[in-house]
């Protein structure tokens, strides 16, 4: 007597183990780290492309703005008697503030932009905001340039200190990436998000000591203020970046909060700003593709 086959059993819909969908960091970091780098290198390049002057553009915008604000702040305002080398003071940070601006207000649309490659190619998530970041950084580079030549016309010199600017932009790309993470995750659902950073963008550029240094600051408004602009991990970065690069004529980050320690606080802050922009934008990457 044969025995009959039992047909292959079925599992109710919904039980078994869940479909993952493509993940923030994917399985290969050396597939993020190279898909990260031709993105950005591919978007820096198209930037310029057909373009006469080519990457002098690039250097345009923060030499036009300079000239604005160091006219208006020496000759009107007259604050560059009281700051030594005020006119590389401005240009470093709005040089410095660029990048933190690029990085952000470039990530909060990258999902969006990338719409079509979001939906038809599985491939780490994460590569998306890095590459904008990362092309901010190329342009960071750029316009890093200018400062140190115009401070060596100004009188200065060439300092071994200037190396302590790759920590410091290393740092201020980990707070630029955390908030690129949670700008473009909210930017999916929230639309809202673009022009409520471009007003959030703007409001910082006057909050920081990019136009007044802290010395000016202390001079008039006492140490309490400049130690809270400290608070900023911008503000910490930046007056590390004119201690570094002008001179012991611009004072310490530290020696601006008034103690070393005072900065772990903006250490802290950075480091949260990237860990919960990696969390939120890992837990949000599988159904980027669904929400777009």
């Known amino acids: 007597m044969a025995t009959e086959q039992s047909a292959p059993r079925r599992l109710p819909v919904g039980v078994g183990q869940p479909i993952k969908g493509p993940s923030a960091l994917g399985s290969d970091a050396a597939r993020l780290r190279r898909l990260t780098w031709t993105l950005a290198t591919t978007e820096f390049k198209l930037k310029f492309f057909g373009s006469a002057l080519g990457y002098l553009w690039q250097l345009m915008r923060p030499l036009l703005l300079f000239g604005v604000l160091f006219i208006v702040f020496t000759k009107i305002v007259n604050l560059g008697a009281s700051v030594p080398y005020y006119g590389i003071n401005l240009l470093l940070g709005i040089v410095m503030f660029g990048f933190l601006a690029e990085g952000t207000s470039g990530a909060v649309r990258s999902l969006v932009d990338r719409e079509n490659l979001v939906r038809k190619i ?27 030549v115009f401070l060596l016309i100004s009188g200065g010199s060439v300092r071994l200190s200037w190396l302590e600017m790759i920590p410091i932009v290393a740092f201020l790309a980990v707070l630029v990436l955390g908030l690129a993470m949670i700008l473009s995750v909210a930017y999916v659902s929230f639309r809202d998000v673009a022009p409520i950073w471009d007003v959030v963008l703007q409001a910082a550029f006057y909050a920081s000591p990019v136009l007044v240094p802290v010395q000016a600051i202390t001079s008039s408004h006492g140490d309490l203020i400049a130690r809270l602009l400290m608070l900023n991990p911008f503000g910490a970065a930046l007056q590390q970046a004119r201690h570094a690069v002008i001179g012991p004529s611009q004072p310490s980050a530290a020696a601006a909060a008034d103690g070393a320690l005072f900065l772990i606080i903006p250490i802290v802050i950075t480091f949260a700003v990237f860990a919960f922009g990696l969390w939120l934008f890992d837990r949000a990457a599988p159904r980027i593709a669904e929400r777009l």
């Open 122 to 148: 599985e491939f780490p998530r994460l590569a998306v905001p890095a590459s904008t970041v990362l092309t901010a950084l190329f342009n960071l580079s750029v316009n890093l340039v200018p400062v140190f």
